[in-house]
């Protein structure tokens, strides 16, 4: 029989889960809600009927993401970063700097044969986060998953001097009343985000190959943008989102595998999905 | 009417020893007898941390008000907000030193009042005799905030000391000028004597300053001896602790009740090494807070940092002091007390000068750490960039930058607050970023097993 590992990562904007024996075998991606507890419930439950498993199939789960601690069926949580950077081991394994673009921060991880050698993370602005282009997305009236294909069909780079969120999005309000396009805004917006990040992240000093995760990294105009600025093409992974719950698997799978050679029991979490609630 | 919601109460933070937990009560009596020099109309001079000048303030029987002290006392209570605001109301910008805000916001409120604020912090911040400034450290505010505060306080004289030591240079050896600096710190000095007995009318007891003298010296010695005891695994004490004893270090230097706080320090230090007693039962990482002042208002991230097996056995803030036995001269053998001053704290300043001139690329900030690293099993590297103090955190990313380039790639972390302006942190994400620090730490430790 096949030991099966479960990876739940519960971002600020939305929530993971990848079920994995050798490859993924189900994943579910959906919003993060205000319940974390009860979500993490659903969405195991979502992706354990995807993959026509039972709870008692699965050897180990590991939870990760900001919500992580809410999560009481795991059985260990691990920090994002280490998950990032263990999925990013798995599925492109040359990368040595990892840059992840969520909704509410952003981070960058260095990587040295496999392991988390440094980090830097964003987490006091929006500015360089998933936050920001959904706020410039409102503000100029396009879709959220448009604005990075738009932002390609600009003519002209407009340039935005604000950094911060609720002033770029004053900046680009006003420049759209001087008739200046909408594409030509957003190739100046993801430029804007593309220096943000690529300043924090070169305090790592950024070293070839970068991969890059999370939901910005769905974002083609971000993509671009990034490469750009770093002058080589960037790697992502076919779904960047799923990397933190893949790598959550996967360390879960590591830490059976280890006490296994060494002879050690495992600590485990009750062994059943339970209707949690904040009083439990 | 909505009942007014009653603010989250907070635990006091738990600390590994006796002498840490009893610095509290010794800053609220020191603010206490501030209070009531006050009412009994004694001469009260505002000054500021390691001012090197605190023999002279004891030695001419005036009490000295610690004004960043007091800020940072605001900060731990977490009521600084309303003064911050209040300076901000007179145009100041939140940008500037919170420590300074909030002692000007407390200076004016208090001054528009006409009386203490309401239920001010451990009874508040009294308009002082004379207020004085210290050039050392680089920090502007040393020198500007005291005139700032005349804004509110225009009868009350301001006397900026210009203490300064050689800038350090990689190709220059800073012996050469050294005796300059030492006429001009001593005149300075002697200036300021004159100054206090102008404006309090009290004399220099030149007898009890040279006691006093000799009092710091052998103070200083028993802090750094008591601090060396540190090193030992498991260390008996880390920086969540020393920000508390940091207090007698810095703020009560020159006074016998220093000399007494770091004698019983050091026995209980000594006894806890015996006992293999440590901060924390297992110790996994031993970590150095390698620059920038705390967040007065989460010392708890101390505690945190225990819960995941991290201590700090050492750290650079506020680690004012070195033995002087270890200094390259005999400062036994200067017996004029205003000149002993000088060389004491030159020395200090300039103490790591040579041994970075040793290697190459290195500065005197760097090879401090390390030194550190190396003395105390350091595993990690643990900065605080607070915002609004430019002095003391304008280089911190260069000197651990040129630590990993010249000495070793040691795992790192950046916190990024404030001191005083809690508006400017959030505990979940600072404590998301310490979880993957210890990851990282642990990392590091399998790949060197």
Not at chain 2, 264 to 270: G, T
Not at chain 2, 272 to 283: C, R
Not at chain 2, 434 to 441: E, P, R, Y
């Given at each position: 029989?096949?030991?099966?590992?479960?990876?739940?990562?519960?971002?600020?904007?939305?929530?993971?889960?990848?079920?994995?024996?050798?490859?993924?075998?189900?994943?579910v991606?959906?919003?993060?809600?205000?319940?974390?507890?009860?979500?993490?419930?659903?969405?195991?439950?979502?992706?354990?009927?995807?993959?026509?498993?039972?709870?008692?199939e699965i050897t180990?789960?590991?939870?990760t993401?900001?919500?992580?601690?809410?999560?009481?069926?795991a059985?260990?949580?691990?920090?994002?970063?280490s998950?990032?950077?263990r999925?990013?081991?798995?599925?492109?394994?040359?990368?040595?700097?990892?840059?992840?673009i969520?909704?509410?921060?952003?981070?960058?991880?260095?990587?040295k044969?496999?392991?988390?050698?440094?980090?830097?993370?964003?987490?006091?602005c929006?500015?360089?986060?998933?936050?920001?282009?959904?706020?410039?997305?409102?503000?100029?009236?396009?879709?959220?998953d448009?604005?990075?294909?738009?932002?390609?069909?600009?003519?002209?780079?407009?340039?935005i001097?604000?950094?911060?969120?609720?002033?770029?999005?004053?900046?680009?309000?006003?420049?759209?009343?001087?008739?200046?396009?909408?594409?030509?805004l957003?190739?100046?917006?993801?430029?804007?985000?593309?220096?943000?990040v690529?300043?924090?992240?070169?305090?790592?000093k950024?070293?070839?190959?970068?991969?890059?995760t999370?939901?910005?990294?769905?974002?083609?105009g971000?993509v671009?943008?990034?490469?750009?600025k770093?002058?080589?093409?960037?790697?992502?992974?076919?779904?960047?989102?799923?990397?933190?719950?893949?790598?959550?698997?996967?360390?879960?799978?590591?830490?059976v595998?280890?006490?296994?050679q060494?002879?050690?029991?495992l600590?485990?979490?009750?062994?059943?999905?339970?209707?949690?609630?904040?009083f439990? | 009417?909505?009942?007014?919601?009653?603010?989250?109460?907070?635990k006091?933070?738990r600390?590994?020893?006796?002498?840490?937990s009893?610095?509290?009560?010794?800053?609220?009596?020191?603010?206490?007898?501030?209070?009531?020099a006050?009412?009994e109309?004694?001469?009260i001079?505002?000054?500021?941390?390691?001012?090197?000048?605190?023999?002279?303030?004891?030695?001419m029987?005036?009490?000295?008000?610690w004004?960043?002290?007091?800020?940072?006392?605001?900060?731990a209570?977490?009521?600084?907000?309303?003064?911050l605001?209040?300076?901000?109301?007179?145009?100041?910008?939140?940008?500037?030193?919170?420590?300074?805000?909030?002692?000007?916001?407390?200076d004016?409120?208090?001054?528009?009042l006409?009386?203490?604020?309401?239920?001010?912090?451990?009874?508040?911040?009294?308009?002082?005799?004379?207020m004085?400034?210290?050039?050392?450290?680089?920090?502007?505010?040393?020198?500007?905030?005291?005139?700032?505060?005349?804004?509110?306080?225009?009868?009350?004289?301001?006397?900026?000391?210009?203490?300064?030591?050689?800038?350090?240079?990689?190709?220059?050896?800073y012996?050469?000028?050294?005796?300059?600096?030492?006429?001009?710190?001593?005149?300075?000095?002697?200036?300021l004597?004159?100054?206090?007995?102008?404006?309090?009318?009290?004399?220099?007891?030149?007898?009890?300053?040279?006691?006093?003298?000799?009092?710091?010296?052998?103070?200083?010695?028993?802090?750094?001896?008591?601090?060396?005891?540190r090193?030992?695994?498991?260390?008996?004490?880390?920086?969540?602790?020393?920000?508390?004893?940091?207090?007698?270090m810095?703020?009560?230097?020159?006074?016998?009740?220093?000399?007494?706080?770091?004698k019983?320090?050091?026995?209980?230090?000594?006894q806890?090494?015996?006992?293999?007693?440590?901060?924390?039962?297992?110790?996994k990482?031993?970590?150095?807070w390698g620059?920038?002042?705390?967040?007065?208002?989460?010392?708890?991230?101390?505690?945190?940092?225990?819960?995941?097996g991290a201590?700090?056995?050492?750290?650079t803030?506020?680690?004012?002091?070195?033995?002087?036995?270890?200094?390259?001269?005999?400062?036994?053998?200067?017996?004029?007390?205003l000149?002993?001053?000088?060389?004491?704290?030159?020395?200090?300043?300039?103490?790591w000068?040579?041994?970075?001139?040793k290697?190459?690329?290195?500065?005197?900030?760097?090879?401090?750490?390390?030194?550190?690293?190396?003395?105390?099993?350091?595993?990690?590297?643990?900065?605080?960039?607070?915002?609004?103090?430019?002095t003391?955190?304008?280089?911190?990313?260069?000197?651990?930058?040129?630590?990993?380039?010249?000495?070793?790639?040691?795992?790192?972390?950046?916190?990024?607050?404030?001191?005083?302006?809690i508006?400017?942190?959030?505990?979940?994400?600072?404590?998301?970023r310490?979880?993957?620090?210890?990851?990282?730490?642990e990392?590091?430790?399998?790949?060197?097993?």
């Open positions: 029989m096949a030991d099966f590992f479960a990876g739940v990562d519960i971002g600020s904007t939305m929530t993971k889960v990848a079920i994995m024996d050798g490859g993924i075998v189900a994943s991606i959906g919003p993060t809600g205000p319940e974390h507890r009860k979500l993490a419930n659903k969405v195991m439950g979502e992706a354990l009927a995807k993959a026509g498993l039972s709870f008692d180990y789960v590991v939870a993401g900001y919500g992580r601690i809410n999560v009481p069926f059985d260990k949580q691990i920090t994002e970063i998950c990032h950077a999925g990013i081991g798995s599925l492109l394994p040359a990368a040595r700097t990892v840059i992840d969520g909704g509410q921060d952003s981070k960058g991880i260095k990587l044969d496999g392991r988390v050698v440094d980090f830097v993370m964003n987490d006091k929006a500015a360089g986060t998933g936050r920001y282009l959904e706020v410039i997305a409102e503000a100029l009236g396009v879709a959220l448009e604005i990075g294909r738009r932002s390609l069909e600009a003519e002209r780079e407009v340039a001097s604000s950094t911060c969120t609720v002033f770029a999005e004053q900046e680009v309000v006003s420049r759209l009343a001087e008739g200046i396009p909408v594409e030509d957003l190739a100046g917006i993801h430029k804007a985000i593309a220096t943000r690529y300043g924090m992240v070169n305090r790592l950024i070293e070839r190959e970068v991969a890059i999370g939901g910005g990294a769905k974002n083609i971000l671009k943008a990034l490469e750009a770093l002058g080589f093409q960037v790697l992502v992974p076919p779904e960047p989102l799923l990397t933190g719950a893949i790598g959550a698997a996967l360390l879960g799978r590591d830490i595998e280890e006490a296994v060494s002879g050690l029991s600590t485990r979490s009750e062994r059943r999905l339970r209707e949690a609630t904040f439990s | 009417m909505a009942e007014e919601k009653k603010p989250e109460q907070r006091k933070r600390t590994a020893t006796e002498a840490a009893k610095v509290a009560p010794m800053v609220k009596a020191m603010i206490g007898n501030v209070l009531q006050k009412e109309g004694k001469p001079a505002s000054t500021f941390i390691c001012c090197c000048y605190d023999e002279i303030i004891h030695a029987d005036i009490v000295p008000h004004v960043e002290n007091y800020a940072g006392i605001c900060g209570k977490r009521d600084a907000q309303r003064f605001e209040k300076a901000e109301a007179g145009n100041l910008s939140r940008s500037l030193c919170t420590y300074a805000l909030c002692g000007l916001g407390f004016a409120l208090r001054e528009e006409g009386e203490m604020p309401p239920e001010p912090p451990w009874g508040g911040q009294v308009k002082p005799t004379v004085l400034g210290s050039g050392q450290i680089l920090c502007d505010p040393r020198n500007k905030w005291f005139q700032a505060a005349q804004h509110y306080m225009p009868d009350v004289p301001v006397c900026n000391v210009g203490l300064t030591w050689p800038l350090y240079e990689d190709d220059y050896d012996h050469e000028v050294e005796g300059y600096y030492i006429k001009y710190f001593v005149e300075q000095l002697r200036g004597v004159e100054f206090l007995e102008k404006y309090t009318g009290h004399k220099m007891d030149w007898d009890r300053l040279s006691e006093l003298v000799d009092l710091t010296d052998r103070t200083w010695n028993l802090v750094w001896e008591a601090y060396e005891l090193r030992a695994v498991p260390t008996p004490m880390g920086t969540g602790d020393a920000m508390n004893t940091m207090v007698p810095v703020f009560m230097m020159g006074t016998q009740e220093a000399y007494d706080f770091f019983d320090l050091y026995d209980e230090l000594k806890k090494v015996a006992d293999k007693e440590g901060v924390i039962p297992d110790e990482y031993r970590l150095i620059g920038g002042l705390p967040s007065w208002f989460a010392l708890g991230d101390f505690n945190y940092f225990n819960s995941k201590v700090f056995p050492v750290e803030t506020y680690r004012m002091i070195e033995a002087t036995y270890n200094y390259d001269m005999d400062l036994s053998k200067i017996s004029d007390p000149e002993h001053i000088a060389w004491r704290w030159l020395k200090y300043w300039t103490y000068y040579d041994k970075a001139r290697r190459p690329g290195s500065q005197p900030e760097v090879e401090r750490l390390i030194q550190y690293i190396e003395d105390y099993k350091i595993d990690g590297i643990v900065m605080h960039e607070a915002f609004s103090c430019r003391w955190h304008v280089g911190l990313i260069w000197q651990l930058n040129q630590l990993k380039k010249i000495y070793k790639d040691i795992p790192s972390l950046i916190l990024e607050s404030d001191i005083v302006d508006s400017s942190y959030n505990e979940a994400d600072t404590r998301a310490i979880d993957a620090f210890i990851d990282v730490l990392a590091a430790k399998r790949k060197g097993k």
